[in-house]
């Protein structure tokens, strides 16, 4: 019950701000955030709604259109609404679309025809009506709330885009009377040339084109909106009683026909997978054109398919708006780590509600130090706004507390290095390790980690480790097993490919034989062989260990002579073992190491005909590396010795084999080649 009372509370809290939001948009053209924030505001409101619908009310901003007209203008009732559009943002989302328009047709009895798609260019701009009598423009509005818009025709007759006058020039007539479509907007270049002039005269710049744009189309004296060099495409007709088009893309050819601006770019197309990659196309071209888009406007191109298909909400359910991938994001905190560079530096790195930005899915986001956490007044916890620039993980630009619960924590530096227990010092507005070797030893210790007699990431070499370092994606080894693919596929160089790769190497490598994980912890003088018999130890005592947290449960009760008792265990090897398994900081580490998915598996002997023999490896090897002929005596049951005994079965000598294979001479021991080991196991 809780639970659902939160939801109640943060759909209120929504609701506040995307109202506040829109007003500022659409009625007074100075908006306080960016489309793309709205957008994402706006989208899990939405999600939210349909989720609980118990909680959906008739006047959520998510069922509106546009803003309240200004007073200072005239009203307009428009002859049918002007609609606004819903959104996708992925080919799931367009596909679900598609559905919903399939079902709905079968539900009403209808027969499933085949249809194409006609896409525009999604302009970022102000959407205007325009009113034809004998042709003959005698009203130019704006959408206002959908119902009602404002008057403006006389700035919009300083548009040259839009006709005053039409003429026939095809075989479509043209109607006594016309209901014309369209948006306004500007170019990048004028919007620059005006800022400059803004900015000469001491006046704010306009945050962006659609702003300027609206701006001056709402501007009381004629001659100011003249001056500004607005453009005009019009793209459909809303009003036409004497004619009759088969499809949108027929509604266009009038238009050209008739001396309107139609955009050159917009085409007719026949397939889902036609549109993704018109979509596609213009997100990686947009810098190009001399106007912003944010996306494409889909429309289902046979006009009574689209009439039949009818309205939903706010929207018409056989058109959408598929934009592009945001820039800009909304998600939540859920927790600040401090990642430590290979410099000592300390860097406070936001873990995320996983949220799609830039095309991708991200979980992390710079916070860059401690004065930036202060000035954004940052909490745990907080609803923030998430930022993309070039290819480095995203950083945190705005805190949002209107959408604060009570339950947000303030952030604390802490006072010790997480990583050695070192003291924090300042330098400027960096915080970073007194001791000047932890840096170093942090990275150090990574690369031990991922290493062959570890876990073995051959994907995950010492250039990445110490990419992903720099950009804060890991703060301690059981980060390595918690980043998202997102995460990796925006840094400059990898892309989405070598982010797959990456992720499916540490997938296949979370579960790991409970020697070789005790072995990457990179215990001081820990080598593979007392790792080994620290297994074995584990094993006497827990039945089926499963997760790291098993092993810390196990030595975390073991006195100093407790360890200093077991096999090759002498005073050095049993204080760091001692004082390794009773610091809280490295039972966070593996139960950190549980919570990121990593589990330990019981090593899996093969054939146990080795059973009893211990072997010494020396000399460089021509058929294995050193550890996987080690591993192989392993899974067939032996054990392998560093140093040479009388307790010695055997050892395997190679090339250059030094003092090993001397002194096996001396006591007797057998030395035996690759190939004699291979026959001794039958694969020779």
Known sequence: MEHKEEIRRRIEKLRTLIEYHRTRYHTFDAPEISDETFDTLKNELEALERKYPEFSLEDSPTKKVGGSPLEKFEKVAHETPMLSL?????????????????????????????????????????????????????????????RVGEDVTQNLMTISDIPQKIRRRGRWKIPDHLVVRGEIFITKDELERINKVQEKNGEKPYANTRNLAAGSVRQLDPAITASRKLRSFQYDIAVAPEITFDTHEEKHHALSSWGFTINPKNRKLDTLGEVYAFRDAWEKNRERLAYEIDGIVVIVNECDLFDDAGVVGKAPRA????????????????????????????????????????????????????????????????????????????????????????KEKRFIMPKRCPVDGSEIIRDGALSRCSNPKCGARHKEALYHLVSRGAFDIRGLGTKIIDRFLDEGLISDAA??????????????????KSAENIIREIEEKKRIRIDRFIFSLGIFHVGEETARMLSRAVLARKKSPSKPSDIWNVFSKFTLEDFQKLDDVGPKVGKSLFEWFHKDDHKKILLAFDDAGVSLASEKKENIILAGKTFVVTGTLDQFERNEIKEKIRAYGGEVSESVSKKTDYVIAGKNPGSKKEKAEKLGVPVISEIDFLRMIGKN
């Open 479 to 496: 980060d390595i097993f918690s980043i998202k693919k997102g995460d990796i596929a925006i840094l400059e160089r990898f892309g989405e």
């Open 86 to 146: 819903n959104d996708a943002f992925s080919e799931k989302e367009m596909e679900e679309w598609e559905d919903r328009i399939e079902k709905h047709f079968s539900s009403a009895g209808g027969i499933s025809r085949k249809h194409s798609f006609y896409c525009e260019l999604k302009i970022d701009g102000l959407a205007i009506e325009l009113t034809y009598e004998r042709g003959i423009l005698v009203r130019g509005s704006t959408r206002g709330d959908g």
């Open 319 to 406: 058109a959408v708006a598929y934009k592009f991938s945001p820039r800009e994001a909304t998600t939540i905190v859920r927790a600040i780590k401090v990642q430590v560079g290979r410099t000592g530096v300390l860097t406070p790195v936001a873990e995320l509600e996983p949220t799609a930005i830039g095309g991708v899915v991200v979980s992390h986001a710079t916070l860059h130090n401690e004065d930036e956490i202060a000035r954004l007044e940052l909490r745990v916890g907080d609803t923030v706004v998430i930022r993309r620039a070039g290819d480095v993980i995203p950083k945190v630009t705005r805190v949002l507390p209107e959408l604060r619960t009570g």
